[in-house]
Structures are given as structure tokens and as C-alpha cells.
Nanobody, 123 residues
Framework: QVQLVESGGGLVQAGGSLRLACACS????????IGWFRQAPGKEREFVAA????????YYADSVKGRFTISRDNPKNMVYLQMNSLNPEDTAVYYC????????????????WGQGTQVTVSS
């Protein structure tokens, strides 16, 4: 059974950085495309970033491009989201997901989801 667990969220001041981690049990991350989504209160869940089986294949939402970096560490079976230059608009619950399809992982139809980790950016 595939289970995803996010960690690394917290409270940070505007301009600060956080690194989120996504751990997968019951799966090998090198066999899946992995994505990150976020959901702010009262808003729909939105795509943030995704990485394919090849570390050179990455996708980002325009709102985070140049500030966030997605990466994977296959030996550790982890995927990370490095978030820099955070602003209050980045406040949300962040979710990682996994799917065999790099297309699906960029949508809410991805097969597997974690429970989320809260990121709060104060002004």
C-alpha cells in the first residue's frame, strides 16, 4: 500500500525559506512521478511543482517559478520542495502526490496523496 507523508512545514517570516519533504512507504519514488500541490483556506487545491522519473524533467506553476525547486533523492526514497523568498500568498497546506503518469501527477486526479503539511508565512 502506497503511503505518502509530508514534513517540514511551519511558520516562517516573509522572505524566508522552508524545505518540505515527501516520504513514500510502500513505493519506490524512482518509479513514480511526484508532485506538490497546495490549498489555501477557501481556495481550490492548486498545482505547485512536479518531477518525473528523470530529475531533469520538472514543472512549476508560474507563481513559484524561480523561487521553488523540486528534487528527488532516490537512495533515500524522498522528494523535496525547497521554497525560497516565501510570501504570505504561499500560506497553505502543502500536499505531495504520486502517480505513474507525469500528466496525472499535475492534476488532482493523481493516484496517491499525503495528508499535507501546513506552511504559514507571516508578513
Amino acid at each position: 500500500q502506497v503511503q505518502l507523508v509530508e514534513s517540514g512545514g511551519g511558520l516562517v517570516q516573509a522572505g524566508g525559506s522552508l524545505r518540505l519533504a515527501c516520504a513514500c512507504s510502500g513505493c519506490t519514488v524512482s518509479s513514480y512521478a511526484i508532485g506538490w500541490f497546495r490549498q489555501a483556506p477557501g481556495k481550490e487545491r492548486e498545482f505547485v511543482a512536479a518531477i518525473g522519473w528523470s530529475v531533469s524533467t520538472t514543472y512549476y506553476a508560474d507563481s513559484v517559478k524561480g523561487r521553488f525547486t523540486i528534487s528527488r533523492d532516490n537512495p533515500k526514497n524522498m522528494v523535496y520542495l525547497q521554497m525560497n523568498s516565501l510570501n504570505p500568498e504561499d500560506t497553505a497546506v502543502y500536499y505531495c502526490n504520486a502517480d505513474r503518469s507525469l500528466v496525472a501527477v499535475r492534476t488532482t486526479a493523481a493516484d496517491y496523496w499525503g495528508q499535507g503539511t501546513q506552511v504559514t508565512v507571516s508578513s
